[in-house]
């Protein structure tokens, strides 16, 4: 949730450097939506049936973190399509698995007050992380911004592998 949202806001701004325009911003982002989309129609439905969601969690942060770790790598707007592609499959595995964990663990009776709770500090890390991530861009470049987004996407992904440890404890 952090390291996208360092990049959310000045995104074009990076299309451009990279000799993209508007329509190649568009459209890499609908690259990832529409991966990310058509993905979690088809994966949510076996998600349903799978009995270990963490491992799905841990898969979808796995591909994330290769994504933001593939910035740093983009010299073209076609590398540009293909991390949005692979980010939006880490979102894919990882959303249907996360929402469906998240559900179970739910206090009966506070469905909509602790899906709040989720939504309120996904909105307010996006909010800090946009302002982080303008200035991180304007002071030191794009490839210190995409070098932070890794390290906060291999954090997120090292702390979704307590969810491993947590499974095999209930045993």
């Known amino acids: 949730m952090l390291a996208g949202g360092l990049f959310g806001p000045i995104y074009a701004v990076f299309v451009e450097q990279i000799g993209g325009d508007l329509l190649t911003a568009g459209g890499a982002y609908a690259a990832f939506a529409i991966a990310s989309g058509v993905l979690i129609f088809f994966l949510s439905r076996w998600e349903d049936h799978v009995k270990h969601q ?4 841990v898969a979808g942060y796995f591909l994330s973190t290769i994504g933001f770790l593939g910035y740093l790598f983009i010299k073209t707007p076609l ?3 293909i991390v949005q592609i692979i980010l939006g499959f880490g979102e894919a595995v990882s959303s249907p698995a996360f929402d469906g964990l998240y559900s179970k663990n739910l206090q009966k009776g ?4 602790e899906w709040g709770m989720w939504e309120s500090l996904f909105y307010i890390t ?8 303008g200035f991180l861009a304007q002071e030191f470049g794009f490839k210190v911004l995409f070098a932070v987004m890794f390290v906060f996407s291999l954090l997120g992904l090292i702390s979704s592998l307590f969810l491993l440890k947590k499974k095999k404890r209930r045993k």
């Open 54 to 57: 963490e491992k799905l969690i």
């Open 79 to 81: 590398h540009l399509f």
């Open 110 to 113: 506070k469905f909509a007050s």
């Open 126 to 133: 996006t909010g800090v992380a946009a302002i982080a991530g």
